[in-house]
């Protein structure tokens, strides 16, 4: 069985670009949750994602926004990307209830 | 606000000593859940244990255990023995009915052979 899958694992951009990172949850689960790790801090809640709509957010910018799709994967989209967007993004899933929660192994993104 | 407070930045310890990871933690929740992570070089997130508000026992999983108490908003982590492939970032984390996970900023523990 299949846990929490990210893609890419690794990426790098330019500055100004746009991004799309990619997550499939395990099996079962229904929510999706977005963190980001800065190198040397723990991961901050960005968003997170039940029956294709936003549920909680994080005090991220609109620049950061994000897409639940009906077979509950998701994607993180980064608009007008900063050297400080740099970092490990990492995916979580879970039941609707927050039981289960799995972290991917992350997609790691390099602003250059 | 919920918070997660983990001072000691970084240990080093020699193999084989015990060595505790502190965390303190701030809520007003009554229900939520308490976590250790341990991070290894390569990135990701190993679950370690999860704990819920309502249960203070300690726990005890091989060479590691966890101690829990609510009247210091305490859950520390202890590792005996340590092992040099306990070296890693551990992060303890809290989750409520805010559906997200809020995590401390980390221990770098180093396991000096």
């Known amino acids: 069985d299949a846990g929490v899958t990210q893609s890419p694992t690794h990426l790098i951009k330019t500055r100004g670009q746009q991004v799309t990172l990619r997550c499939s949850p395990k099996?079962?689960?229904?929510?999706v949750s977005w963190y980001q790790q800065a190198l040397g801090q723990g991961p901050q809640f960005i968003f997170q994602y039940y029956e294709e709509e936003e549920r909680q957010r994080g005090n991220f910018p609109d620049r950061f926004s994000g897409h639940q799709f009906p077979n509950y994967s998701s994607e993180l989209n980064v608009n007008a990307l900063l050297l400080g967007d740099s970092a490990l993004f990492l995916c979580?899933?879970?039941?609707?209830?927050?039981?289960?929660?799995?972290f991917g192994s992350g997609t790691r993104l390099t602003v250059v | 606000a919920q918070k997660v407070t983990q001072a000691q930045t970084e240990i080093s310890v020699v193999e084989k000593e015990d060595v505790t990871l502190d965390c303190v933690y701030e809520?007003?929740?009554?229900?939520?859940?308490l976590f250790w992570y341990k991070q290894p070089p390569s990135g990701e997130l190993v679950f370690l244990i999860r704990?819920?508000?309502?249960?203070?026992q300690n726990e005890i999983s091989g060479r590691y255990s966890w101690n829990f108490q609510k009247s210091t908003s305490s859950f520390n982590f202890t590792i005996t023995a340590s092992q040099v492939v306990d070296s890693a970032v551990y992060f303890c984390?809290?989750?409520?009915?805010?559906?997200?996970?809020?995590f401390g900023s980390g221990t770098r523990l180093s396991i000096r052979p």
């Open positions: 979580a899933s879970s039941l609707a209830n927050g039981d289960g929660y799995t």
């Open positions: 704990r819920n508000s309502f249960d203070e």
């Open positions: 099996s079962g689960h229904d929510t």
């Open positions: 984390a809290q989750y409520s009915s805010a559906s997200k996970i809020i």
């Open positions: 809520t007003r929740d009554t229900t939520y859940y």
